[in-house]
């Protein structure tokens, strides 16, 4: 549910065509909620149809043009409910920690290579997240609307902090492991 309310929020932001929002979504909102861009257009298309939306009027309208949308008070109000609900938090779902727990059955030939490659993922996406705070939020820039885009960076941010500590200390642990670990 929701992807919509990403939509909603990314076209509140700037009204935007199905193209710029899909190339938004790969810059900005796609860091914590992917989604295709064929997943994009169809979600489109259900809060057009839901009058959440609507396509922004052209002066020449021609087959094949690009529509830029913008969001209705009756989307703005579903997200403004949406925003309000409570939800509680989903179980995390993690192939490699399932992985690295049948690894303990079967044995771990090929972990600890993968354990390299998500490193070097997690570290170069930290490192992509710090540029972007350092360019986006300099010091003073702290009106409510930056200071809760900051805090979603943030959790950006500690998340990969996280992930790369851990991977660290699992390859550590690897290392000590019988036989020696090393692949």
């Known amino acids: 549910m929701s992807l919509p309310h ?9 009204p ?4 710029e929002l ?3 979504f790969d810059r900005s909102i796609g860091y914590f909620w992917s989604a295709t861009h064929q997943q994009i257009y169809r979600e489109l298309g259900r809060l057009e149809a839901e009058g959440h939306i609507r396509a922004l009027p052209t002066e020449q309208p021609a087959r094949g043009q690009k529509k830029s949308y913008e969001v209705l008070p009756a989307g703005r109000a579903e997200l403004q409910r949406w925003t309000a609900a409570a939800q509680d938090p989903r179980p995390h779902r993690d192939t490699l920690l399932l992985r690295m727990r049948a690894a303990a059955v079967v044995g771990t030939e090929g972990i600890e290579a993968d354990l ?9 996406q930290l490192a992509e997240y710090e540029e972007i705070e350092k360019r986006d939020f300099p010091p003073g820039r ?10 979603v960076l943030r959790a950006g941010i500690d998340l990969e902090t ?5 991977l660290a200390h699992a390859l550590e642990e690897f290392a000590e492991l019988p036989g020696g670990g090393g692949e």
Do not use: M, N, V, Y
């Not at 996280?162 to 851990?166: M, P």
């Open 6 to 14: 990403a939509i909603l929020t990314a076209l509140l932001e700037k």
């Open 162 to 166: 996280f992930w790369t500590q851990w």
């Open 22 to 24: 899909t190339r938004r």
């Open 142 to 151: 702290d009106s409510a609307q930056d200071r809760l885009r900051h805090l």
């Open 116 to 124: 390299r490659r998500h490193l070097a993922l997690h570290q170069r």
């Open 16 to 19: 935007s065509s199905g193209l």
